[in-house]
């Protein structure tokens, strides 16, 4: 079992959609959870971070924990065709230099 | 953030050759990353390179396959030596940006494709 699953897609949805990305995972000394976004031939861009459990949000994005069920998610209002990309979910441990990484969301956004 | 420069941001190689990649950071940094990412499958780190010390591998990496070095405190290399297709991937070189609150922030460069034929 990989220790973070993450629904490889692809998803497809028309502008103004909200996109709705999950990922789960087994270790619970998890404690920092990311979001990274790749667009096409980039290196991943951090989007959002969250500390434990709870929701955070930044405009369009929105981050949630469940730490209780191992699940995180992250939801794109309004979503836009530059919004079309790769969405990495990442994680680690208080103090821990390694990240643990999903295979990725790749989300096209049609106009 | 971190500026990282990767070079070459693409590649066809033979089977059997080697290859280095290099990574050029604008900013001093303590550790650098490198990870790499296969088609449908999770960024995998490879090794953390700090400069003035070896390397440190990840299980199923090793020196003599993917040997790094870090000479300051702003750039690294790695090489993907005696290369087969199964090596053919996309690497990326990272680096800490410091710790947000206690998270490790990674600052990601563009990456380097390589096709091994």
């Known amino acids: 079992q990989k220790e973070v699953e993450q629904d490889p897609g692809p998803l497809s949805v028309p502008e103004g959609a909200i996109v709705s990305l999950n990922c789960t995972y087994s270790?619970?000394?998890?404690?920092?959870f990311m979001w990274y976004r790749q667009y096409s031939r980039k290196g991943p861009e951090l989007l959002m971070y969250t500390y434990s459990s709870g929701n955070k949000e930044d405009g369009r994005f929105t981050a949630q924990v469940d730490k209780s069920s191992k699940y995180i998610s992250l939801f794109i209002r309004d979503s836009q065709p530059s919004d079309s990309a790769t969405y990495l979910c990442?994680?680690?441990?208080?103090?821990?230099?390694?990240?643990?990484f999903g295979a990725g969301t790749t989300v096209t956004v049609r106009a | 953030s971190a500026v990282i420069s990767q070079k070459p941001s693409r590649d066809i190689c033979q089977r059997g050759t080697s290859l280095t990649i290099q990574c050029q950071v604008d900013?001093?940094?303590?550790?650098m990353f490198w990870y790499r990412q296969q088609p449908g499958q999770s960024l995998t780190l490879i090794a953390t390179?700090?400069?003035?010390?070896?390397?440190?591998?990840e299980s199923g990496f090793v020196i003599d396959k993917f040997p790094i070095s870090r000479p300051n405190l702003t750039f690294s290399t790695l090489t993907v030596s005696n290369m087969s297709p199964e090596d053919s991937s996309i690497y990326l070189c990272?680096?800490?940006?410091?710790?947000?609150?206690?998270?490790?922030?990674?600052?990601f460069g563009a990456g380097s494709r390589l096709t091994v034929l």
């Open positions: 990442a994680m680690s441990a208080i103090n821990d230099y390694k990240l643990s």
């Open positions: 270790n619970s000394a998890f404690q920092y």
């Open positions: 990272s680096v800490e940006e410091g710790q947000s609150a206690g998270a490790n922030v990674l600052t």
């Open positions: 390179a700090n400069q003035g010390s070896e390397a440190t591998y």
């Open positions: 900013s001093q940094v303590t550790m």
